[in-house]
T-cell receptor, first 115, second 114 residues
């Protein structure tokens, strides 16, 4: 799996867009980019994923650069409930077994949304 | 839509006792994962099922740990006998086994072994 690099922490004002970057310069052509977040004492929450094209759902948007070496997760209107640790994961397929079934979350980015 | 459901949410028991954690995956999902999360080791995959069959249990720490999936809608993780070092948050996740499909996690069971 490609290694990812994320800033350890970020602040965002409530109501503003939160833009969380992720570098994955060694990504392979068949690897997907997944974003999860974990709020204290809860399970990791799936947010969005993509392969090449930008993606949008009800939670967020994912912008992947043309060379696929980096991506940005965008929370368009951050709320206090979006305060969490955000993880960027690059995988070929989440459902392979063995070591490939293991999700390596890394340290992620701690996003603090402030009033 | 109901997500992955785990029970109990919290368990406190004395060492040596048997502990059984339960998981109901999302309906229609055919892959199920058990993870353990601690501050020291982060999130670790314990075992992975596909179509109710265990595919890889190399993450199961010892013979004291066992997992079953008797049908597509239920799985258990059992620890017998339990030890204080087993204290952790245990997560169950499920997914549809197709390329690109994400895993969806339950809220976990916080286990404390005294």
């Amino acid at each position: 799996d490609a290694k990812t690099t994320q800033p350890p922490s970020m602040d965002c004002a409530e109501g503003r867009a939160a833009n969380l970057p992720c570098n994955h310069s060694t990504i392979s052509g068949n690897e997907y980019v997944y974003w999860y977040r974990q709020i204290h004492s809860q399970g990791p929450q799936y947010i969005i994923h993509g392969l090449k094209n930008n993606e949008t759902n009800e939670m967020a948007s994912l912008i992947i650069t043309e060379d696929r070496k980096s991506s940005t997760l965008i929370l368009p209107h951050a709320t206090l409930r979006d305060t969490a640790v955000y993880y960027c994961i690059v995988r070929v397929n989440m459902n392979y077994g063995g070591s490939q079934g293991n999700l390596i979350f890394g340290k992620g980015t701690k996003l603090s949304v402030k009033p | 839509d109901a997500g992955v459901i785990q029970s109990p949410r919290h368990e406190v028991t004395e060492m040596g006792q048997e502990v059984t954690l339960r998981c109901k995956p999302i309906s229609g999902h055919n892959s199920l994962f058990w993870y353990r999360q601690t501050m020291m080791r982060g999130l670790e995959l314990l075992i992975y099922f596909n179509n109710n069959v265990p595919i890889d249990d190399s993450g199961m720490p010892e013979d004291r740990f066992s997992a079953k999936m008797p049908n597509a809608s239920f799985s258990t993780l059992k620890i017998q006998p339990s030890e204080p070092r087993d204290s952790a948050v245990y997560f169950c996740a499920s997914s549809l086994n197709r390329e690109g499909q994400p895993q969806h996690f339950g809220d976990g069971t916080r286990l404390s072994i005294l």
